[in-house]
């Protein structure tokens, strides 16, 4: 069973800090998804990274993927409090058909204060 | 293009009624999938279609909920009889097909039902 574990669930930054949301999953994959959701709303799409060593960067977030540790961070710089959200991952788990069955980390909730 | 589109965006219903809920998904994807998110499981994958046809429904929870897809633009998830339990917000997304290259799941609005 692939299980997808993020760390921290929760979040309390100061604005112009930086710091580092991890993804853990347990099973092969070289498919995953950042998500943003703010509160009472859907489900954004961030980033999708598709190969080992995949660098993907907008705005302050920056992405990676190391699929040999099974690993993927979600980097924020300089964070400001519009990034105030909850962000998730996701694992493709059936990559090799590329069916595109996510499964989801449980989301960390990220509060950015002045 | 205006999205996923799904409705109703709420609904409130007695324990025991019928609930059914729709969802368009964006022109042109192959694959439509339906999620559940509550605060104790996060958000779970129900149901998912290809080319209308289901090819996973493990994550359905139980008979009383059943899922169709008549045609390329339109999908259904029906909740017969619904239970206080049943109550979420149930997203629908969808995503072009694999031929494209690209593999981003778009996600409708959610409906957020509440059953009583």
């Known amino acids: 069973e692939l299980k997808v574990e993020q760390n921290p669930l929760f979040l309390s930054m100061q604005e112009g800090k930086n710091y580092t949301i991890y993804c853990n999953y347990s099973?092969?994959?070289?498919?995953l998804y950042w998500y943003r959701q703010d509160p009472g709303k859907s489900l954004e799409s961030l980033f999708v990274l598709l190969s080992n060593g995949a660098v993907k960067q907008e705005g302050r977030l920056m992405a990676s993927l190391d699929t040999k540790a099974r690993l993927s961070t979600l980097h924020i710089t300089a964070a400001v409090h519009d990034l105030s959200a909850t962000y998730f991952c996701?694992?493709?788990?059936?990559?090799?058909?590329?069916?595109?069955?996510?499964?989801f980390g449980k989301g960390t909730k990220l509060s950015v204060k002045p | 293009d205006a999205g996923v589109i799904q409705s109703p965006r709420h609904e409130v219903t007695e324990m025991g009624q019928e609930v059914t809920l729709r969802c368009k998904p964006i022109?042109?994807?192959?694959?439509l999938f339906w999620y559940r998110q509550t605060m104790m499981r996060g958000l779970e994958l129900l149901i998912y279609?290809?080319?209308?046809?289901?090819?996973?429904d493990s994550g359905m929870p139980e008979d009383r909920f059943s899922a169709k897809m008549p045609n390329a633009s339109f999908s259904t998830l029906k909740i017969q009889p619904s239970e206080p339990r049943d109550s979420a917000v149930y997203f629908c997304a969808s995503r072009a097909g694999p031929g494209t290259g690209t593999y981003e799941q778009y996600f409708g609005p959610g409906t957020r039902l509440t059953v009583t």
């Open positions: 099973t092969t994959s070289d498919r």
């Open positions: 996701a694992v493709d788990m059936n990559y090799g058909g590329s069916q595109g069955n996510l499964i």
């Open positions: 022109s042109g994807h192959d694959y």
């Open positions: 279609f290809n080319n209308n046809v289901p090819i996973d």
